[in-house]
């Protein structure tokens, strides 16, 4: 083999062998902070888990917020999937009733995962163009950007067929709801007293009561007399 292509073969595997590291770190990390929470995850920690030395982590990641943030965009990947799911439903509001489940089941599944997305503050990366840190963090705001989307599309739908309050704009009706179901989320990761309701429950009454009756009218989204569920 000529030697322009021995070393391109050399750089490719020295690639791979990079990326599997890396990917070896994320995957140790997921199941520290799934285990014991973000706090106990130390980048120490972390290379006696995969036997390697502490420099060498430092090669594919600078600290461990940067870790968190890496994993913090794998969340919102898996969120947005979890709502994708659902996408071909064609009753948008029987899409919300699903998305809003698949939120809550996801938060209650992954808590520290959930934590670390929306319930931890975490420093902005030093610098925008700052590499594979700034990269991370962009990911992660256009991923959680994207599952918004989902939910505001299906209340445009609604919109458009004339199935929310007047002045209820769709973007904010998402990201009301969205709010809403984070709270019940927290509620129930940080052990509050309240709520007794079962979570179900809770999603269901927090959809209707978006949509209650305006002027005496009949509310024209109960979860009583949910449209068809089937797909397109």
């Given at each position: 083999?000529?030697?322009?292509?021995?070393?391109?073969?050399?750089?490719?595997?020295?690639?791979?062998?990079?990326?599997?590291?890396?990917?070896?770190?994320?995957?140790?990390?997921?199941?520290?902070?799934?285990?014991?929470?973000?706090?106990?995850?130390?980048?120490?920690?972390?290379?006696?888990?995969?036997?390697?030395?502490?420099?060498?982590?430092?090669?594919?990641?600078?600290?461990?917020?940067?870790?968190?943030?890496?994993?913090?965009?794998?969340?919102?990947?898996?969120?947005?999937?979890?709502?994708?799911?659902?996408?071909?439903?064609?009753?948008?509001?029987?899409?919300?009733?699903?998305m809003a489940r698949a939120y809550v089941e996801f938060g209650l599944a992954e808590p520290e995962t959930y934590r670390l997305m929306f319930m931890m503050f975490?420093?902005?990366?030093?610098?925008?163009?700052?590499?594979?840190?700034?990269?991370?963090?962009?990911?992660?705001?256009?991923?959680?950007?994207?599952?918004?989307?989902?939910?505001?599309?299906?209340?445009?739908?609604?919109?458009?067929?004339?199935?929310?309050?007047?002045?209820?704009?769709?973007?904010?009706?998402?990201?009301?709801?969205?709010?809403?179901?984070?709270?019940?989320?927290?509620?129930?990761?940080?052990?509050?007293?309240?709520?007794?309701?079962?979570?179900?429950?809770?999603?269901?009454?927090?959809?209707?009561?978006?949509?209650?009756?305006?002027?005496?009218?009949?509310?024209?989204?109960?979860?009583?007399?949910?449209?068809?569920?089937?797909?397109?």
């Amino acid at each position: 083999m000529p030697r322009t292509g021995l070393q391109a073969q050399r750089t490719e595997q020295r690639r791979e062998q990079r990326q599997a590291l890396r990917e070896r770190i994320l995957q140790v990390s997921r199941e520290i902070v799934k285990r014991e929470g973000f706090a106990s995850l130390s980048m120490r920690k972390l290379a006696e888990a995969i036997d390697y030395s502490p420099a060498a982590l430092y090669l594919h990641f600078r600290s461990r917020d940067e870790i968190a943030r890496a994993l913090r965009t794998e969340g919102h990947a898996r969120l947005r999937e979890a709502f994708l799911a659902h996408s071909t439903i064609v009753d948008p509001a029987a899409r919300l009733n699903a998305m809003a489940r698949a939120y809550v089941e996801f938060g209650l599944a992954e808590p520290e995962t959930y934590r670390l997305m929306f319930m931890m503050f975490m420093e902005p990366a030093a610098f925008a163009d700052a590499g594979a840190e700034a990269t991370a963090s962009g990911h992660a705001a256009e991923s959680g950007a994207a599952a918004l989307s989902l939910i505001a599309d299906a209340f445009v739908e609604l919109r458009a067929a004339d199935r929310l309050p007047p002045r209820a704009a769709p973007l904010a009706c998402a990201e009301g709801l969205w709010a809403n179901l984070h709270g019940i989320v927290a509620l129930k990761l940080n052990g509050a007293s309240l709520p007794e309701t079962p979570v179900a429950t809770l999603v269901e009454l927090s959809l209707d009561a978006w949509f209650a009756p305006v002027n005496g009218t009949e509310s024209r989204f109960t979860c009583a007399n949910r449209p068809d569920t089937s797909t397109r």
